[in-house]
């Protein structure tokens, strides 16, 4: 009967996954209708003759209606087409397909460091409740800005101590390039390990400031529901049993808390999609933060909003994913 009931709910989380994802879209195609920025006036140049703008909306399609500009963009969007950009002349796919992987592998390294920070100030706030590191250390990451936290992580890591460098993924000139495009895979996979030595030396710094905001955000939600987990009467069955207080939680206290802290990754996988603008830029990390920043300092609107497309469209369908997840983790949650 449950598996029944978890096919239906990933049905409809499905078809609830493209209204959102089409509604993604019009809210893209209204914001690129109403920003104050003339595409055709980006192509031509900003000295361009009026009669060469005018050519150029035509060519884009801008003089259309508005609706029949929509239905093109669609059209485009189902096959991929995100548009050309006007400053590199490239599709705008082809400009993100340079530099999403170096994004994909930052967030995938920060997100890691931040499950791992979670989980240790879970623990250690509810095995150590009194600390006062701890709560030092949740209160600094969670009120810290993060281009502080780059900024002072450059300037006493790198500049003072020297331990880490000041960005870029690799200072290798001849870092293999496969089929991943992970450099910290790509060096294993050609057996280079001082490839991959060298990618973690430069990818440590970004993806622990990325880290630092939402692990803190996961480790009080999993705290929290840890909380009210080891109040429940299996939790001092277990205790009456003999069991410690580590034990507890390690064996029923983290899986019953699993689910909250789940949903809380799921937001936070959208900040860390938007704090990624903030951090490639001060570690010089060639990712679409990158990417994005530039385009916006060149009023490439085009660039942008692809970009927002990409991070948009994985938000919903990884937080989608985590749903069923949720599901499939814990029996407790209903169906109907």
Known sequence: MRGSGILRFALWRTLGLVVVLIALTFVVFVLRSVIPIDPARVAAGPNAPAAQVEAFRVR????KPILVQYEHYLGDLAHGNLGTSPITHNPVRTDIGQFLPASVELIAYALVLALGLALILALGQTLLPHSAWL???LVGGASAPI???GLLALYFLWYKLHWFPNGGRTNISDAPTGSTRFLTIDGLVAGRPGVTINALWHIFLPALCLAIPPGV?????LRSALHNVLREDYAR???SK???EAQVVRRHGLRN???AALSMTGLQIGMLFATILIVEPIFSWPGLGLYTVQALGQSDLTAVLGVAVIFGAAYVIINALIDVGQVLLD???TLD
């Open 60 to 63: 884009l399609g801008l003089d």
């Open 135 to 137: 709560r030092v250390l």
């Open 147 to 149: 281009f502080l936290t």
């Open 217 to 221: 955000a996961i480790g009080r939600q």
């Open 237 to 239: 069955t277990a205790r």
């Open 242 to 244: 003999g069991l410690t």
């Open 257 to 259: 808390a699993a689910s």
């Open 331 to 333: 029996p407790r949650i």
